[in-house]
């Protein structure tokens, strides 16, 4: 059930208005609520502050939690899942929702994925299981070895992606 508070109208009474979630064009002025996380929507922030974001169309379906490259095709920027035995899709990136291929995801240039499970806590690196992490490094030639983050518990992984090496 949204909050609701009371507010003086021109009139000297008084109306029961209910808090919005979600920020932009008409919530001027408006009390905000905070969304299901227990957080303010990144709309109600001004720019600069916030999750950095794109909205790219998804080459493939995308799970929520992935990992994923985003890419040049013939000049249109996409998103697919980084996957560590190719050296074209490192992870620069992560998704927090599914998205079925051509959708438009929503990708995260840094910060908590914490909605993934079975994570081993520590180092992380990409893994050649595309879309997921896995705290060994790949060791064969043709991967790529890259650091991703770091595990702070089963479920969370702060992301912060190093350069890939390309293993000979």
Same mark, same amino acid.
């Given at each position: 059930?949204?909050?609701?508070?009371?507010?003086?109208?021109?009139?000297?009474?008084?109306?029961?208005?209910?808090?919005?979630?979600?920020?932009?064009?008409?919530?001027?002025?408006?009390?905000?609520?905070?969304? $299901? @996380? #227990?957080?303010?929507?990144?709309?109600?922030?001004?720019?600069?502050? &916030?999750?950095? *974001?794109?909205?790219? +169309?998804?080459?493939?379906?995308?799970?929520?939690?992935?990992?994923?490259?985003?890419?040049?095709?013939?000049?249109?920027?996409?998103?697919?899942?980084?996957?560590?035995?190719?050296?074209?899709?490192?992870?620069?990136?992560?998704?927090?929702?599914?998205? $079925? @291929? #051509?959708?438009?995801?929503?990708?995260?240039?840094?910060?908590?994925? &914490?909605?993934? *499970?079975?994570?081993? +806590?520590?180092?992380?690196?990409?893994?050649?299981?595309?879309?997921?992490?896995?705290?060994?490094?790949?060791?064969?030639?043709?991967?790529?070895?890259?650091?991703?983050?770091?595990?702070?518990?089963?479920?969370?992984?702060?992301?912060?992606?190093?350069?890939?090496?390309?293993?000979?």
């Amino acid at each position: 059930m949204p909050d609701k508070f009371l507010q003086h109208d021109a009139a000297g009474g008084f109306r029961e208005v209910e808090a919005v979630a979600t920020g932009g064009a008409g919530q001027a002025n408006k009390i905000p609520a905070l969304d $299901l @996380s #227990g957080r303010l929507d990144q709309t109600m922030m001004p720019t600069g502050i &916030g999750a950095e *974001t794109a909205a790219l +169309p998804a080459f493939g379906a995308l799970a929520a939690g992935d990992f994923v490259n985003v890419y040049n095709d013939l000049g249109v920027m996409r998103v697919r899942k980084a996957d560590a035995s190719s050296a074209v899709a490192p992870a620069n990136g992560f998704v927090l929702e599914a998205y $079925l @291929s #051509g959708a438009t995801a929503t990708v995260y240039f840094a910060g908590l994925n &914490g909605i993934l *499970t079975g994570l081993t +806590p520590g180092q992380h690196f990409l893994s050649t299981t595309p879309g997921v992490s896995n705290h060994v490094a790949p060791a064969a030639a043709g991967n790529i070895v890259q650091r991703i983050g770091t595990a702070l518990n089963s479920t969370t992984l702060f992301f912060n992606p190093q350069d890939p090496i390309l293993l000979a």
